[in-house]
């Protein structure tokens, strides 16, 4: 799915420093350098952006939990498992 996304996307040159002999190997391989060095940016963009939500709602999170802790969940009675 996201590959599709990337697919679609402007694409811009740049220099990337990568270690000679996996790129080595991945070029016998292979693998297309471009697309798996995207790949694995947009991935930790992805968990970067999950670290920092987590981070700035965390309080948010916290709370919640203290209070389904002390409560119970809401509307639990209407649970059907």
Do not use: C
């Not at 080595?24 to 391989?29: G, M």
């Not at 981070?55 to 809401?74: D, H, I, T, Y």
């Amino acid at each position: 799915m996201y590959a599709a996304e990337v697919t679609k996307s402007v694409r811009k040159p740049t220099n990337l420093s990568l270690d000679s002999a996996l790129l080595k190997e991945a070029k016998a391989l292979g693998i297309n350098i471009s697309r798996s060095a995207e790949v694995g940016i947009a991935e930790a963009v992805k968990l970067h952006k999950q670290e920092k939500w987590l981070k700035q709602n965390a309080k948010a999170l916290a709370s919640s939990n203290a209070f389904v802790e002390a409560n119970g969940l809401p509307l639990a009675q209407h649970r059907q498992f």
